[in-house]
Every structure is written in structure tokens, then in C-alpha cells.
């Protein structure tokens, strides 16, 4: 190789160099963005700040009008909306970050970098932001048309069989989750349809727990005068809200939160109740017979009694020792089911009975359940005796009837061929005396004297004149 070509090559190098230089440099001091630079892939190079925004908003804002995020659920589909959440992009901050590439650092620095970038593409990522808050409400939305409760099955005895409903499960957006896909989805750039986290909830009945319903535990009814009609209505009303309800296994029966207020408000009429060991009228008058007729199937279904309270006087329509009292403010009567499957609650009235059935499975067949009940203590009451000047000589008034007082113990004895082998004592109530108040007459009978002296005149003068 000659000089002269050695010469041409240097030659030729020495202006490559110069122009590489004389580029690079011109785009050190100048205006325009380096060559070989991309923003989101969009190249930006030889641009200069102002027509890099102008093209990059031209590309990507009406894309942006037009972006949607789908989000599914079955056969449900709604859409997220970028501009419903505010989604924006940051074009200062990615051209800046743009421009900045080849003037950052010391001139030998820079004009490294200029030649780097020659020779490798640069790519700046488009910043965004948007509003969080609104992606909540929107999964606040979403799920009021996803969210259903689940629907326990149900049961009702009807002519002697039991008819039973199937359960229907429910479902349930977890809005925390949804929320954080639908994050991660927007932050990765990803329109890729979502399926939403939605929970199936199983209903708390199901139709297989109501089949196990086969048997009558216990069954008991109390009397009542059907003629009195406010008390009558009474038990009734309140044993028409026992009826057809359901106790789940380990689950306490509650009457009061069954029944509910005793109120004029909710049907509930006057009649006698027993307040401070005296018969008064108040509302709702006649639910403790609805409370101690449940309690006696209660205990003849060998289930657990959790609370319990006796009258403190003795009840007309139940034996002592077998009653159960009831008051809205601080008395209750509860039993626990105690049994591995359900109970099922049937009460009715008919004519002057109120009876109460209690269904679940018996595992025990050929086992008896029956109630004793021990009077331990009399109490017998005083009398006082009032003399009354208005009733005649003789006349005996009972103004307030005298009742004994009692202390009674109650036990639950089971009976499995014929022999007692469960004795469980249950209560020993006191029934307190009830002193009694007798009004005496002390008017004299001096009209009827007088009548006895005209009848005598009347008689000696018909006999003068015989």
C-alpha cells in the first residue's frame, strides 16, 4: 500500500471523526434532542422540546379518550374508563428526561454520551399518573350489582309434611383486591380484560342440613279461656312468631328476640299480666303461657335449658314447677339445641289449646323423657279480716283471694325400657304466699226488725177480726 492511499484512509477517518464530532457537538449546545432517542417508542430525536410534545401529544392523547380497562364477572362486563379516572401523561417530564441525555455531566462526559446513543437507541418511558380514588368507587359501584346475600333454605310443616326450599348461595367483590389488579394492570400498561375476585357464600341452611329433620323430640300444650279475646289475640300473635323457626345445632333460642317488643304498636292488646305479685292489666298479657308451654317441649325434647324464670305465684293453666315467666326488660326464656342437627319450631293454636312441637332427629328411639315435680314447702297465708259498715251482719266479702306460698323442686327424668336412668334436677322455684283480705258486715239489721213488727200487727189484727 502506497503512501498516497494510507493517506486517503487517515484522510477519510480523521473526517468521519469530524463529523461525529461536529454532530455530536451541534447537538450538545443545540436545541434538538439527540439522535437515536425514542419516548414510549415514539423517536423524538432531532426534534426539538416543543415539536417533541406537540407529536407525542398527537399519538397518545386520542388514544387515551379511546383506552378502557374491561373488567368481567360471568357474563357481566363493565369498563374502566381512563379519563373516568383522570389518566394522564407526564409529556414535560419524558421530553425533559429526553433532552437531558447528552447534556448532563462535563463536555467529554457528554459528547461519550452523544456517541453512545449514535450507537445504541435510548428509550424513555412516557410517565402517568392517575386518580386511585376513583378505581375505588367505580369497585364500590361494581359491587352492588355483584354482592347478594345467600339464601338459607327453608322448611314448613304443612298438612303433616315438611316442605322444603333449596338454598341459594351468595356472592361477594373483594373491592381491596380488585382494586390492586386493577393497579398492577394500569401500571404495567396492560388492557388485558380482568376477571374480577368475586367469593361465592355459601348459604347458612342448606337443604341437606333440613333433610335430617325427620322426628318429633317433644311436643306439650296448655288450655286457655278462648272466651277472653285480648288474651286469646295474645298467644296467638306470639305463637305465630315461634312458628316455623329453625335452631341451628349449638345455636340459643331466644324468646324475647324471636317474639319481640310487646307492643300496641305491633298488635299486641291489654289484658292481665303479673306485676309485683298482682294480676294488673298491661300489654301483651297471655305470652307467658306462650313461654311456659315452649318450655315444657322444650324440656320433653331433652334439650338444654339456658334460662329459665317461675312466676311468683302459681299459674292456672301449667302445674308449679313447669312455668316460665317472660318480661321485654330483663327475663328471657332461652334453650340451647344441644343436638348435631337442626330443630325446627311448630306452634299453633286451635280452639283453646296452644301447642308447641320441636322436630330434629332423634338418635335415641325408645328413650322417654318426663318432668317431676316435688312440693318440699307450704307456706300457708294469713287472712286479714276488715270490718265493713256497709255490708250487713253476716255478710262475708273476699276483696283479695289468699294463695299459698310454695318452694317446688322440678326434675328431668329420661326412661329407656322402663327404667329411669337419667335423673337431672332442674329448679327449685319459691312461689311466694299471697295474703288474703276478708271484708265483714256489721250493719245492723233494723229494717228487717221493723218488718218483722208490721208483719206480726198485720196478723194479730187479722185474727180480731176472724
Known amino acids: 500500500m502506497d503512501r498516497g492511499f494510507k493517506g486517503m484512509i487517515i484522510l477519510l477517518?480523521?473526517?468521519?471523526?469530524?463529523?461525529?464530532?461536529?454532530?455530536?457537538?451541534?447537538?450538545?449546545?443545540?436545541?434538538?434532542?439527540?439522535?437515536?432517542?425514542?419516548?414510549?417508542?415514539?423517536i423524538v430525536g432531532r426534534m426539538t422540546r416543543e415539536e417533541a410534545m406537540v407529536e407525542l401529544k398527537d399519538t397518545f392523547e386520542n388514544n387515551l379518550n379511546e383506552t378502557y380497562l374491561p373488567l368481567k364477572h360471568g357474563e357481566k362486563l363493565?369498563?374502566?374508563?381512563?379519563?373516568?379516572?383522570?389518566?394522564?401523561?407526564?409529556?414535560e417530564k419524558a421530553v425533559a428526561e429526553a433532552y437531558k441525555m447528552t447534556r448532563q455531566g462535563n463536555i467529554f462526559k457528554r459528547y461519550v454520551d452523544s456517541i453512545n446513543i449514535r450507537l445504541n437507541k435510548k428509550e424513555v418511558p412516557l410517565g402517568f399518573s392517575y386518580e386511585k380514588d376513583d378505581i375505588v368507587k367505580l369497585v364500590n359501584s361494581i359491587s352492588k350489582e355483584i354482592n347478594k346475600e345467600p339464601i338459607d333454605a327453608t322448611i314448613r310443616l304443612v298438612?303433616?309434611?315438611?316442605?322444603?326450599?333449596?338454598?341459594?348461595?351468595?356472592?361477594?367483590?373483594?373491592?381491596?383486591?380488585a382494586v390492586e389488579m386493577i393497579d398492577v394492570s394500569i401500571n404495567h400498561k396492560s388492557i388485558a380484560a380482568i376477571d374480577l375476585p368475586v367469593e361465592v357464600i355459601d348459604a347458612d341452611i342448606m337443604r341437606t342440613d333440613l333433610a335430617r329433620i325427620t322426628d318429633k323430640l317433644g311436643e306439650y300444650y296448655t288450655t286457655f279461656n278462648a272466651g277472653?279475646?285480648?288474651?286469646?289475640?295474645?298467644?296467638?300473635?306470639?305463637?305465630?312468631?315461634?312458628t316455623d323457626v329453625l335452631v341451628r345445632p349449638g345455636g340459643t333460642f331466644s324468646l324475647?328476640?324471636?317474639?319481640?317488643?310487646r307492643l300496641s304498636k305491633f298488635g299486641y292488646k291489654t289484658a292481665k299480666v303479673l306485676i309485683n305479685n298482682e294480676y294488673v292489666d298491661g300489654i301483651g298479657g297471655g305470652i307467658c303461657q306462650v313461654s311456659s308451654t315452649l318450655y315444657n317441649a322444650a324440656l320433653l325434647s331433652n334439650l338444654k335449658i339456658v334460662e329459665r324464670k317461675n312466676h311468683s305465684l302459681p299459674s292456672s293453666y301449667v302445674?308449679?314447677?313447669?312455668?316460665a315467666t317472660i318480661s321485654s326488660d330483663h327475663?328471657?326464656?332461652?334453650?340451647?339445641?344441644?343436638?348435631k342437627y337442626p330443630l325446627y319450631i311448630y306452634g299453633e293454636v286451635k280452639g283453646n289449646q296452644v301447642r308447641f312441637s320441636i322436630y330434629g332427629k332423634n338418635e335415641a328411639h325408645g328413650r322417654q323423657v318426663k318432668i317431676k315435680t316435688e312440693v318440699i314447702k307450704k307456706i300457708e297465708p294469713k287472712i286479714k279480716i276488715i270490718e265493713d259498715r256497709t255490708l250487713s251482719v253476716g255478710t262475708k266479702?273476699?276483696?283479695?283471694?289468699?294463695?299459698?306460698g310454695y318452694v317446688v323442686k322440678s326434675y328431668r327424668v329420661l326412661v329407656e325400657n322402663g327404667k329411669e336412668i337419667l335423673v337431672e334436677p332442674l329448679y327449685t322455684d319459691t312461689y311466694k304466699v299471697s295474703d288474703g283480705i276478708t271484708r265483714i258486715g256489721t250493719k245492723p239489721l233494723v229494717i228487717q226488725e221493723e218488718n218483722i213488727i208490721q208483719e206480726e200487727n198485720i196478723m194479730q189484727e187479722g185474727i180480731g177480726t176472724n
Open 13 to 42: 477517518i480523521l473526517l468521519i471523526i469530524a463529523l461525529i464530532f461536529g454532530s455530536a457537538v451541534l447537538f450538545l449546545t443545540g436545541e434538538k434532542i439527540a439522535p437515536n432517542i425514542s419516548i414510549e417508542g415514539l
Open 78 to 91: 363493565w369498563q374502566l374508563k381512563y379519563q373516568d379516572i383522570n389518566y394522564s401523561y407526564d409529556y
Open 159 to 177: 298438612s303433616g309434611k315438611f316442605q322444603i326450599t333449596d338454598e341459594k348461595s351468595g356472592s361477594k367483590l373483594n373491592e381491596e383486591k
Open 228 to 242: 277472653n279475646q285480648s288474651r286469646s289475640y295474645n298467644i296467638k300473635l306470639a305463637t305465630k312468631s315461634v
Open 256 to 261: 324475647n328476640k324471636t317474639i319481640g317488643p
Open 319 to 323: 302445674s308449679m314447677g313447669r312455668d
Open 331 to 339: 327475663i328471657d326464656f332461652k334453650f340451647m339445641n344441644n343436638t
Open 397 to 404: 266479702v273476699v276483696q283479695k283471694k289468699a294463695i299459698p
